[in-house]
Structure formats: C-alpha cells, structure tokens
C-alpha cells in the first residue's frame, strides 16, 4: 500500500450528506458524552471522503484518463 498524505480540495456534496453528517456528529457526541464542538462535521465529512475513496479504490480511477474531465473537455 503506498503512502497517503491529506491534502485539502473543493468537493460538491448534496446538501443532504451535509446535514446527514452534521445530526451523526450530533447522535456521536451524545453517545460519548461529549460536547458538540468536540465532533466537528468538517473532520468527519473529510474522513467519511477519505474511506469511501479507499473503499472504491481510488488509486486504480486515478489512472483512467477517462475520469479526468477538464482533459475531456479539451480532446
């Protein structure tokens, strides 16, 4: 497996993952009794990205030209 690094990008989400997301940082921090601000939606949104990309291989995608729009758009 190689090395992964964090990187920060623009992502377009529904709005509905959004609030998903926002009312399970809620039902965690409950059920951890922890405060809110101890949960944050930003990190989780990050990570949830993080695993459903690993999930979907992301490494072998990236190596389809095919799946790189703005270089479609030019051919």
Do not use: T, W
């Not at 964090?6 to 922890?34: F, G, M, Q, T």
């Not at 993080?50 to 479609?72: M, W």
């Amino acid at each position: 497996m190689s090395e992964s690094i964090k990187i920060h990008a623009r992502v377009e989400l529904d709005s509905e993952v959004l609030e998903n997301v926002k009312n399970r940082c809620k039902e965690i921090a409950k059920k951890k009794n922890l405060k809110m601000y101890e949960v944050d939606p930003a990190d989780m949104v990050g990570e949830l990205i993080s695993k459903f990309l690993a999930e979907k291989n992301i490494i072998e995608y990236s190596k389809d030209i095919k799946n790189y729009p703005l270089i479609l758009q030019d051919l």
